[in-house]
């Protein structure tokens, strides 16, 4: 089993930024990839950003620019710049290794005036 820790989020103003942090733990293995989702109602749950273990990235083309996913080991972060109101959503962290998939509780972004 893999644990997933989430934090940051809230509320910003368009134009601002956020950061969103993600730690695992427990049985992980290499290679794996560590990545964001963000879903809102209605809608599925769509890829904002992706890191492998070995430093491969790839970006949602709404994001690219202004998003930066990084990692320090287990950890991952996502970088948010440039925020505007489309991003709001509820961001989940993704761990996946192997056949297993693990997912975070969700961290809420809203960006609004």
């Known amino acids: 089993q893999v644990q997933l820790v989430e934090s940051g989020g809230g509320l910003v103003q368009p134009g601002g930024s956020l950061r969103l942090s993600c730690a695992a733990s427990g049985a992980i293995f290499r290679p794996n990839t560590m990545a964001w989702y963000r879903q809102t109602p209605g809608k599925q749950r769509e890829l904002v950003a992706g890191m492998t273990s070995g430093g491969g990235t790839n970006y949602a083309d709404s994001v690219k620019g202004r998003f930066t996913i990084s990692r320090d080991g287990d950890k991952v972060d996502l970088q948010m710049n440039s925020l505007k109101r489309e991003d709001t959503a509820v961001y989940y962290c993704?761990?996946?290794?192997?056949?297993?998939?693990?997912w975070g509780q969700g961290t809420q972004v809203t960006v609004s005036s």
């Open positions: 993704e761990f996946r290794q192997l056949y297993s998939e693990y």
